[in-house]
Structures are given as structure tokens and as C-alpha cells.
């Protein structure tokens, strides 16, 4: 396993991120725990969760993610091992049961937040606390186009004030944004320059051959600021495995369970992932581990946050980091792209 600066930190984390949405509602606490085990086995140090975990966000399964880690940590005592990421959901997303739907990015979310996340998570500290979404309307979720809406926010000032105290208070070690646009990520870099508050580590937006918008105005930010891509959905919610090729819906596959999902199930996202399963077919890799193959090996990547129902799906995605791709894969791939660019946003 190779491991990679976590910003401008000390912190080096695997390539690697061990995801864990479905579990508290795909997976089982046991089926969790051997994928904690099989994952660091692999090397993997860096695991990803949030308040808001499980997927889709429910009342009857809220915070049940969090706990089974904490879980983990209570009967295993390895916490210091791992490199934790968690992070505070924001408004909108149909999200009422957390705080009552009043979520902002102000100093009492993050507090009462915060201090959930430690408690379920059975630990002092987080070592990565990131921002879910932004709190103000942009576009992220499927949006590619900006459209302004004149409302208020929380200021992005005081959202960063806070979270120094909490880094100061030494609950969190540093911080992170997510599904974060150009305009946002840079404001925060800014602020926090100017007032010595804590500078922003990562960034984890969507990225995966169907949407590959990162490319467009936040990889050379990620480059030039060493504020690295955490890489979420690398396999657009599974039809980038094969698994939905030709339009088959497999029982209890996501998709096929969750309406929810319809990100990457329109016609052109259809049609591309099946062109780029083809591809990985030919050429006789397998499509999911070619998918998660060209993610990490992207410059702008810190870490891959891969995810999975099973231990043998998530065997495929360990071996995916042994994956070279071809030059010819590589050209089959842009190919694809420049005729069915980012289908998926």
C-alpha cells in the first residue's frame, strides 16, 4: 500500500480509504467489522464516516455508522491506528431529523455535532473533520451549472472560527471540505490565511470516470494548494463494476434498492459505463478495478474512498491498487470521455 500526505499535515493516509455508508443498513456490525479487519490486513489506515451515515439517510438507522465504529474501537482498542474522518451535515438534502432540519455551519452545530460524532465514535479526537456540503445553494450533488440564489449563510468566517476552537480544544486535528466548488474551497484557503485559523487538508467531492468535473477547476487548486481529492463514488455507485451492464438491476444492489440513486442512471450514463466495461472487458481487466485503478493513480488524488457490501467486492477493490493501466487502456478511456464527457455530474 502507498501512502500520501494528507495536506500540509504530518499525516501520511493509504491511497486507500476504507468508506462505510451502507453500514447500519446494507451491512451488518459484523459484516462491517470484517471489512475493518480484511481492510487493515491490506494496509489500509484511513476510514471515512459522517453524522449522517448510513445510506440513504433515515431516522430509524441515524448514527448507526458511527457507532458501529465506535464499536470497533471499544472491543479492538487499535483507535491510534487508524487516520478517522468524519464529518457535519448541512441544510437541505431532505434531511430533518438531524438537529431537527436546522443544520447550519455555525458554532452550535458544529459543537453539538461534534461532540455526537466523539461519543457514538468512542474517541477524543477526529483526526479529519469535514464539511458535508456547503451550507449556501451551489452546485454540487449533480449540478453542473451555477445558479445564484440571494440568500444567507452562515459566514464562512465564523464556520472557520469555530473549528479552530475545536482544533484548539484539541477534539479535531484538522479540517476538510466536501462536495466543495472553486469559488468556496479558495474563500476558505483564504480566510484562513488571513486569520491563522485552521487551513482546509482535503477536499471530498465525486469522482469517477462518469464525472470527471474535478478536472475542470479543482485539480490544479488540489495540486498547487496540497489540498488533495478524497475521492467519493469511484465507481458511480456500482455501474461502473459491470454489475448493471445492459440495464440489469441485480437484487440488493444499490440501485436496484434505493430510488434514490439516480445520479448515474440517465441514458448517457448508461450508455458510457457500459462502453467502459467494454473496455475493460477487452482488455481483460476487470471493469471495477480499472474504474477504481484510474482514480488513484490521478495526481490530484490524496486517497480513494472505496466501498463495499461484501468481502469479495471489497477484495477486488484492495487489488485495484496493483492495477498499472496500459497507455492503451489510458487511450481507450479518453476516447470514451471526449465522445460521452461527464454524463454524470
Known sequence: MEYRPLGRT???????????????????????????????AAGLNFIDTAEMYPVPPRAETYTRTEQIIGNWFRQRGDRADWILASKIAGPGNAISHIRDGQLKHDRRNIVEALDGSLKRLQ?????????????????????????????????L???LEALDEQVRAGKIRHIGLSNETPWGTMRFLQIAQERGWPRAVSIQNPYNLLNRSFEVGLAEIAIREQIGLLAYSPMAFGMLSGKYFGGARPANARITLFNRFTRYTNPQSESASDRYVTLAREHGLDPAQMALAFVTRQPFVTSNIIGATNLEQLEANLGSFELKLSDEVLAGIEAIHKDQPNPAP
Not at 469535514?130 to 449563510?153: A, C, I, M, V
Request: glycine residues 6%.
Open 10 to 40: 504530518d499525516l501520511n493516509v493509504s491511497a486507500l480509504c476504507l468508506g462505510t455508508m451502507t453500514w447500519g443498513e446494507q451491512n451488518t456490525q459484523d459484516e462491517a467489522f470484517a471489512q475493518i479487519e480484511r481492510a487493515k
Open 157 to 159: 468566517e465564523d464556520t
Open 123 to 155: 474517541t477524543d479526537w477526529i483526526d479529519l473533520y469535514q464539511l458535508h456540503w456547503p451550507e449556501r445553494s451551489t452546485n454540487f450533488f449533480g449540478q453542473l451549472g451555477y445558479q445564484h440564489k440571494d440568500e444567507s449563510f452562515t459566514a
